[in-house]
């Protein structure tokens, strides 16, 4: 080969070392990429940490009209950690946010009514997004997903922002814009989610036991809660009585030896800045819920956001107590 030659085959060569290289950092992070139900995010590596669900699987039992969930949502070693559709709870889906017994409302316009007619009133809409269908309707009622995108990502650590709307009879009458920040740290998902709630009406979220922000587990297995003090054995709660909930903690675990003889959990951080909450985490339902109508009704005016701030630590072994706490003092500084 003459001289032209091996200079030109050197530029080749290193060009393509230079894009093998390339190519080998730009795997080496956090990915989003589309699949058949939604967006998965996968770490560096290649394992997959969650899917945010934005349509049914064709073929499910999901009986609530929304999907927008993070499912399935696994542990570092790959363990499935929510449920979907579940035979005791057909509307419960994964990681979500939803209320079961919800209003919106705005003045009522009665210029038509003549002298005699009302002095003031509202126009409202009940609803039901959780999916019971219970205390609200449910039809035309659904939590449509407006786009995901990955706002940034490296090999420690991927953000996104999530936009789905609050439908009733094909119009928004809310806006959910959630921030999610992933990294793994200490053999363990640490998962921050910040929800902006912004409602074109008036809103009114009704006094209930249970309902928002809610992680639904599986159950194929013992399973446990703990808090701060120790595994709970406080009385299950019930979606009738308010005050059976369990009291405001900084954070409860779910942890579940599987049948298969792997054990996992999550633990959920409450904000220092969210709303009062007490906890609806019966054990007999295997979902971790702080709920924000538990102490009474929460209002909303209109173009107001509602902030609702929550940190998963997702892992796989027993309650990873001193991570938490580490976690729970970072958020508090």
């Given at each position: 080969m003459n001289p032209t030659g091996w200079v030109r085959a050197a530029i080749a060569l290193g060009a393509l070392a230079m894009a093998a290289r390339e190519e080998s950092m730009?795997?080496?992070?956090?990915?989003?990429?589309?699949?058949?139900?939604?967006?998965?995010?996968?770490?560096?590596?290649?394992?997959?940490?969650?899917?945010?669900?934005?349509?049914?699987?064709?073929?499910?039992?999901?009986?609530?009209?929304?999907?927008?969930?993070?499912?399935?949502?696994?542990?570092?070693?790959g363990e499935r950690l929510t449920?979907?559709?579940?035979?005791?709870?057909?509307?419960?889906?994964?990681?979500?946010?939803a209320w079961h017994a919800m209003q919106f409302q705005w003045p009522a316009d009665f210029s038509g009514f003549g002298p005699l007619g009302p002095t003031e009133g509202f126009n409202i809409e009940r609803g039901d997004f959780w999916g019971w269908g219970q205390f609200a309707p449910t039809g035309g009622r659904v939590i449509v997903n407006k786009g995901i995108e990955l706002a940034k990502a490296d090999a420690e650590r991927a953000e996104l922002e999530?936009?789905?709307?609050?439908?009733?009879?094909?119009?928004?009458f809310m806006r959910q814009v959630t921030g999610v920040v992933v990294r793994e740290e200490a053999g363990a998902y640490v998962m921050d989610l910040d929800y902006r709630l912004t409602p074109e009406r008036a809103l009114r979220l009704d006094h209930q036991a249970f309902g928002g922000f809610c992680v639904r587990a599986r159950n194929d297995g013992e399973s446990w809660y703990a808090d701060g003090d120790g595994k709970v054995t406080l009385p299950d709660p019930h979606y009738s009585t308010p005050k059976l909930n369990w009291p405001a903690r900084p954070w409860y675990d779910y942890t579940i030896a599987l049948n298969s003889g792997k054990t996992v959990g999550c633990a959920v951080i409450e904000h220092p800045e969210n709303p009062p909450s007490t906890w609806h985490?019966?054990?007999?339902?295997?979902?971790?819920?702080?709920?924000?109508?538990?102490?009474?009704?929460?209002?909303?005016?209109?173009?107001?956001?509602?902030?609702?701030?929550?940190?998963?630590?997702?892992?796989?072994?027993?309650t990873p107590k001193a991570l938490i706490e580490r976690l729970l003092e970072e958020w508090k500084r």
């Open positions: 730009k795997a080496a992070e956090y990915t989003l990429a589309p699949d058949a139900c939604g967006m998965t995010l996968k770490a560096p590596d290649g394992r997959v940490v969650f899917t945010y669900m934005t349509r049914k699987p064709e073929k499910t039992n999901l009986a609530a009209n929304s999907t927008s969930c993070f499912h399935p949502v696994n542990t570092p070693s449920d979907l559709a579940p035979g005791d709870h057909h509307h419960h889906r994964g990681v979500f946010l999530i936009v789905d709307d609050w439908m009733i009879g094909g119009k928004a985490n019966p054990r007999y339902v295997w979902m971790i819920n702080p709920c924000i109508v538990a102490g009474g009704e929460v209002r909303v005016n209109a173009g107001e956001p509602l902030r609702l701030r929550y940190r998963l630590v997702i892992h796989d072994g027993v």
